[in-house]
């Protein structure tokens, strides 16, 4: 079925080395005080996203990973099938510190490709050499929700637990993907999130959520949205269910309680202004949850709004330096 053929593609794509099995354990020099960057980016097409865009100080989302340095860069909605994996890596994304020429040299990338459509949803996952990461695991095992639209990607990152990056489904114009997603999805990422928690180490869930949580502070304006993707009574409680008595802990309302600052702005309204997260007819889309064992390890958030290859922006934060 499709979903063993996904699962084949992607053990083919490792063994063949195009996607390495893990980066090298490689722990930072003695006394390093630098803090620990992750980066998720929903970049609506890769491909796109690496082709010069005017209006920002980054021509391609390669010169933003490159000032950026992220420690871990996860991108959502990659849009590459997994039928075009090997030849967009091979052409166009080498990796690994010996690709000289690639654009994201220094990183080993994993990705996670959609077996059900193709050039449709995607994640993707870069590594910088010398980070520890004992696993990459693809989807949601051992749940009721079949991953073959690669939206699920857990790296275990050792001692700072475990960093779960989703491109969460929208629910579509007409909301005839509403009870997959809150039946189906919600259920089996908090299933997941559970037995991560389990072990005692710290849970960080983060990417594309695709829900305004709060209408009053997520959304421009609440007013006629109560049945737009996104903001529906039924999402906004399965989200309600996923951060109750704190079990996942909402890491940017959690710093900015009554903040309006977004990640999302529909290309067709066009009243973005870049560099502002505060402007124009903005959605909060992009999140990080945090377990309570993170919350006392993980430092500052923040929207990266100067980032415009897409039509959501960047979302950073960092682990405490040590």
Known sequence: NSREAGLKRQTTLIDSGLVSPAPKRRQPPAGSSAAFKVIAYNCNGLRAAMKPRPGGPWPSIVEFVAEEKPDVLFLGETKIGASLIDSFVRTSCP???DAAKSPFRGYSGFFHCSTARQGYAGTAAFIREGVHCAEVSFGIPDTAYTDDEGRVLTLDLGERGFLVHAYVPNVGRDLDRLSLRTRVWEPAMRQHLAKLRETGRPVCYLGD?????ELALDIYSEKGKAKSPGCTADERAAFDAMVQDDAMVDLWRRRNPA??????????AKSRKVGDATSGNGW???YVLCSKEALPIVGEIKPLPTANHSDHCPISFCYKSK
């Open 209 to 213: 959520l695709n829900c305004c949580h």
């Open 95 to 97: 990796y690994g510190p």
């Open 259 to 268: 903040l309006k600052s977004y990640t999302y702005w529909s290309n067709t």
């Open 284 to 286: 909060r889309l992009d």
